[in-house]
């Protein structure tokens, strides 16, 4: 659950606000051309915020974690290009306005979080699933 609201947060707090933020986020790593980047401005904060949704529901547990897994290792990437380019980059821009967290800490961040996403989704822990009768009937 707690990769779920790291997930939810993130997602929604850049879903808010105007895409442009986040797009201009994306743009000092200078690693997608524009057209690319205005797509993954407009839609990475919707799936890191439904992707969140489903691990706090439980809902698709294993396929959600090897989501959020393929993503963060996407992150650790972009990250690295930018320390090894050097990018005058002071902050990720994770979450959008809410939080500034240094590049270098935010790769230590994803790293333990890709190790523990990816653990779970292969373990009996991530196959938890939300059934209907769960929800209505606490066990």
Known sequence: MTI????V???????????QNFLYVIQNYSFLPLPLAEIVARLLPL??????????LGLWSKWA?????????????VVIQAL???????ECGCFGGLISVPLPVVLTFDATVFVLA????????????LRYGQILCAE
């Open 4 to 7: 779920g609201g790291i997930f």
């Open 9 to 19: 947060v993130s997602g929604f707090e850049k879903f808010i606000g105007p895409y």
């Open 47 to 56: 799936a890191e915020f439904l992707l969140g949704i489903f691990l706090v």
């Open 65 to 77: 974690l090897r989501a959020v897994a393929t993503l963060l290792l996407i992150f650790m990437a």
């Open 84 to 90: 090894v380019r050097n990018l005058p980059i002071d």
């Open 118 to 129: 990816w653990f779970l989704s292969f373990s009996n822990a991530g196959s938890r699933t």
